[in-house]
């Protein structure tokens, strides 16, 4: 039984990160208006049939800040949860700053997908798109990698997508 304790704790803690964590990794995006872009999407396959995670580095060259204010899906309902003193917080908004980027990542900010229309699979893709205050909306195809996928660090200039 002893034996079980590792696998069991490791794929425990996989199944945390997958449902609201990890940093950002490889997926494709588009250009909205005002310079907004999207670099690093990704989804860890989900664990579960009705939820997953899903993170991506929003990045704003323009000079004026901007508002992520809503997310839509093609597989299911999307919000944006803020992980503040171990406790996922569901947010309305969040600012983008002028010159700066957005990090959706591990134990922060990230996306959660309810309602799972369909279980999305490793090499797999799911389209989101992004809605702001003043850009126009960005569709992001994310992959979907493996449940415990964790990113490479982010470089100091986030190579973006989409152009």
């Known amino acids: 039984m002893r034996r079980f304790a590792v696998p069991v704790?490791?794929?425990s803690g996989a199944l945390v990160l997958a449902g609201c964590g990890s940093d950002s990794g490889s997926g494709s995006g588009s250009e909205g208006g005002g310079g907004i872009t999207v670099a690093r999407a990704y989804m860890p396959q989900p664990v579960s049939d009705d939820m997953a995670a899903g993170f991506l580095t929003i990045v704003n060259d323009s000079g004026t800040k901007d508002e992520l204010t809503s997310v839509t899906s093609d597989v299911g309902e999307v919000t944006v949860h803020e992980?503040?003193?171990?406790?996922?917080?569901?947010v309305a908004r969040l600012s983008v700053p002028a010159h700066g980027q957005l990090v959706f990542k591990s134990g922060g900010t990230h996306l959660m997908f309810d309602k799972l229309k369909?279980?999305?699979k490793q090499?797999?893709?799911v389209s989101v798109e992004l809605h702001?205050?003043?850009s126009d909306p960005v569709?992001?195809?994310?992959p979907v990698e493996s449940a415990t996928y964790v990113p490479?660090?982010?470089?100091?200039?986030?190579?973006?997508?989409?152009?």
Do not use: S, Y
């Open 9 to 11: 704790a490791v794929l």
């Open 139 to 142: 569709v992001v195809k994310m």
């Open 132 to 134: 702001f205050a003043q």
């Open 123 to 125: 090499g797999q893709t």
């Open 152 to 163: 490479k660090t982010i470089p100091k200039t986030i190579p973006k997508t989409g152009h």
């Open 118 to 120: 369909r279980k999305p």
């Open 83 to 90: 992980t503040v003193g171990g406790a996922m917080e569901e």
